[in-house]
Each structure stands twice: as structure tokens, then as C-alpha cells.
């Protein structure tokens, strides 16, 4: 289910590593249903917010559920804070005791896939959909696999889509196989160059670019002098507005 250039942008990266005596294996794994309902991200959320708030002799709320009572929290953690504020400390612990058992089945279908086929490690996107754009939720995400499992992973650029769009992968292996994760990633890295810089990035303590403009404006007794400082390579706008001459009251906005 994973977006098509996403998809091509990864196997693009395995042919590169093909090219470079890398034995590469098609392995089918239902990946969703190994990591379905596997999550202890609420749970664990529930009990450790309330054993925190709980140690804070001058907190104004006790409880994991009165914080989200107060609506203080952003909109784009609406969707974990909620659902975690909803379980009972009871069921928090009953849904770990029966988590761990289903993380232990995964554990032993990852150990199946890489004995059977005597592979040293899994790779697939580490996020199957495109980027989200800032202030939505990502989704169609991989990192599960190796967080639920306990496993090792390693997350690497892929590539890029034809539009630009930067793609990552990971490499999945056996506990305390870190080293040879990270020597297969850093060989796969010193065969290509799949990172650049995105078009805006300038040179480290570089001003090139910059550009300054200066405005006086003069209304009545008041008068009111702004600088305006673009930074070409940042993309970005600074600005400074001094008011001569009026009262902080008459002052409505600038504009």
C-alpha cells in the first residue's frame, strides 16, 4: 500500500545496492498484521503521565485526565491525547500484559523471516506515504516494526521522488546486530549520494543573499520607520517597526 514513488524510490535504492553484491531476497510479509494492535503508546502514556503529575507537590492537576480536562493541549496531539486519556489505569495494565504477548509473536515472525532466508536484515520505506505537510498527522508510518519488536533499526535516505520529494528506508535486524546495521548502511551511503540539501539551505554563517529595505512613514505628529530584511537562501522575512511621536494607545496596528 505504500505510495508508488515512494515504492519505486526504495527499490530504485535496492537495485543500487544489487549493484553492489548485495544478495537481495523478496520477502512477503503481511507487515500490518504483524504490528496490528501492538501499541503501548497509550497505555504506557496513561500510567507515566499520572506517576508524574502525581510527584508534583505544586501541580495544579493531579491526574493524566484532568490535564486533558483542561483543553490546553494542541490540536495535532488531539488524537493520542484523547484515546490515552480515555483508558483506566486498570486497563492500562491489562492491555500491556496482553501487548507484550503479541509483541512476542511478532519477535518470532521476524526471526522466522530472517533464519528461513538467512537474511542479515529487512528493508522497507520507513514511511509509506509521501510527507505530511506541516500540521497534519503522518501516516502509512514503518518505524512500528522496530519500536514494537525491540529490534535494532536503521533509517537512511533512499533517494527522491522525480518532484524532489525526499524518501527514507529502513534496514531491520537481530537484537545487538547495531554494527553490522550501521556497516551496511554506511556502505550503502559512500555508493551514492542520496542526501542534499534542500534548494533554501545557504553555506553555514553565510549572509549571501540578504537583501535590506528601509521605509519611513509619516501620519500627523507620528512617524514610523520599519526595516525589512529578506534572507534569499533562508526564504524568510525579519522585520523591525519603531512608532516617534504617539502614544502606545493611539498606536491601532501597522500594516
Do not use: K
Not at 512500528?144 to 536503521?154: D, N, V
Request: glycine letters at 8%.
Amino acid at each position: 500500500d505504500a505510495h508508488p514513488d515512494v515504492a519505486g524510490t526504495v527499490r530504485a535504492a535496492i537495485r543500487a545496492m544489487q549493484a553492489q553484491s548485495v544478495e537481495v531476497v523478496e520477502v512477503n510479509m503481511p507487515l500490518d498484521t504483524f504490528v496490528a494492535n501492538t501499541s503501548l503508546v497509550f497505555a504506557e502514556m496513561r500510567l507515566a503521565m499520572d506517576a508524574w503529575l502525581a510527584g508534583l507537590p505544586r501541580s495544579t492537576v493531579r491526574s493524566f485526565a484532568e490535564l486533558v480536562a483542561t483543553g490546553l493541549h494542541h490540536q495535532t496531539a488531539e488524537g493520542r491525547i484523547r484515546p490515552a486519556s480515555a483508558i483506566t489505569p486498570d486497563d492500562a495494565v491489562r492491555r500491556i500484559v496482553v501487548v507484550n504477548a503479541r509483541r512476542a509473536a511478532l519477535r518470532s515472525a521476524i526471526f522466522g523471516a530472517l533464519d528461513s532466508l538467512r537474511l542479515d536484515a529487512l528493508v522497507y520505506p520507513t514511511t509509506r506515504q509521501l510527507p505530511a505537510p506541516l500540521g497534519e498527522v503522518p501516516q502509512l508510518i514503518s518505524c512500528a516494526l522496530g519500536a514494537h519488536s525491540g529490534f535494532p533499526a536503521l533509517a537512511m535516505p533512499a533517494g527522491f521522488t522525480a518532484e524532489g520529494v525526499p524518501v527514507g528506508m529502513e534496514l531491520l535486524g537481530r537484537p545487538f546486530s547495531d554494527a553490522r546495521l550501521v556497516s551496511l548502511g554506511y556502505a550503502f551511503e559512500q555508493s551514492d549520494t542520496r542526501r542534499r540539501a534542500p534548494a533554501t539551505t545557504p553555506p553555514l554563517g553565510s549572509t549571501a543573499g540578504e537583501q535590506q529595505v528601509r521605509v519611513t512613514v509619516a501620519a500627523g505628529n507620528a512617524s514610523a520607520r520599519a526595516a525589512f530584511t529578506f534572507a534569499r537562501g533562508l526564504d524568510q522575512v525579519a522585520w523591525d517597526i519603531v512608532v516617534l511621536g504617539a502614544q502606545p494607545g493611539e498606536v491601532l496596528g501597522a500594516y
